[in-house]
């Protein structure tokens, strides 16, 4: 059999020019995987079930023989569709503890020339790794302000000019306010959020600064790990400031071309913070394509729920920062005056 058992540690390196195939169910696949992954189940969901029930009641040789019974038919389908995936015969491959599963995709794809690397421990020791990793001590800056003064545009510019950034609503497909989810992909699961977290704090390094956007606790429905969350409560904090009609052309860009239908249901999904005369305040104004007047009377609650979002930072750790009047080039340059005045 052309298979190698590899450790977490291996999988690091060979995952960058080998390909991956999760060998678990549809249903497994879509609430989490490692990213990257192609699915090949060797159960489906039905038979899943099936096979896992036998197991409980009658034990591991009746529920493996059910198995081979109910995917042997497919063996042929599964074998031709990973040879129309992976030409070059090679591949890393993981069920969700590295057991039955891998194992008899291992043998049906070695029987058709495949070079196998099995991960030992499969998915389920991915995901240790991942959830420790988003757990642990970092070294962090967190850039603060008013819903507005531009921390996603901020974000994406120090990127580009080579800081480590960690752009948590980009991993959560969410912008964080009501407005969050128009225009987005689909959430991740909570639990595939922490994979693409780890993914990229494991691409960084720990010595270095690390640019987050100050956020809830929450971005839509994804929950931040607890610890990481603290630590951002802790960690010095640039509070951006610019003049109000500055951010309202920013909201403008950023929301105005959004469908009216979609900015209305997110109006009124806040409607309990605004009140009801606001909330059909805003809503005229967007009728009657009047962005100054329903972003400003928006603003009124999001700079209220900024004020306390920032109370519970750590006293001593916060830097205003005015960015207002001023070009991108010019913002970027004293955000990174003030990261070199922090590290020093």
């Not at 298979?3 to 960058?16: Q, V």
Request: charged letters at 25%.
């Amino acid at each position: 059999m052309a298979e190698r058992l590899i450790s977490l540690d291996e999988f690091w390196t060979l995952r960058k020019t080998i390909p991956m195939i999760d060998a678990r169910s549809e249903s497994e696949f879509a609430q989490s995987k490692i990213p990257g992954a192609i699915n090949l189940p060797i159960l489906n969901d039905e038979e899943r079930i099936v096979v896992g029930t036998l197991y409980k009641h009658d034990g591991a040789e009746k529920a493996t023989m059910k198995g081979f019974e109910l995917v042997g038919p497919r063996f042929h389908e599964i074998q031709n569709a990973a040879l129309k995936l992976f030409s070059e015969k090679k591949i890393i491959l993981y069920c969700w503890r590295g057991g039955m599963r891998s194992q008899i995709l291992t043998w049906l794809l070695s029987m058709v020339g495949f070079e196998v690397y099995r991960l030992i421990g499969g998915y389920k020791a991915y995901r240790t790794f991942t959830f420790a990793e988003v757990r642990k001590e970092r070294n962090l800056i967190v850039l603060g302000g008013k819903t507005g003064v531009g921390k996603t545009v901020l974000l994406k510019s120090l990127r580009g000019k080579g800081e480590q950034v960690l752009d948590l609503e980009g991993l959560a497909n969410h912008k964080g306010s009501s407005f969050g989810a128009i225009g987005m992909p689909p959430q991740p699961s909570a639990e595939q959020f922490e994979n693409l977290m780890a993914e990229q704090l494991l691409a960084s390094d720990p010595a270095v600064p690390l640019w987050v956007e100050n956020e809830s606790r929450n971005i839509g429905r994804i929950t931040l790990p607890d610890l990481f969350f603290e630590q951002m409560g802790k960690s010095l904090l640039i509070d951006i400031q610019k003049p109000d009609a500055e951010r309202i052309t920013h909201i403008n860009e950023e929301y105005g071309k959004l469908p009216i239908e979609e900015l209305i249901s997110a109006v009124n999904r806040i409607k309990k913070h605004l009140g009801g005369l606001r909330t059909q305040a805003a809503v005229e104004a967007i009728i009657a394509d009047e962005p100054e007047s329903w972003i400003s009377n928006l603003l009124i609650y999001y700079d209220k729920t900024y004020e306390f979002d920032l109370a519970r930072h750590e006293k001593g750790k916060k830097v205003v920062a005015d960015l207002g009047e001023k070009t991108l080039d010019e913002q970027l340059e004293l955000l990174l005056n003030i990261k070199d005045q922090y590290d020093n």
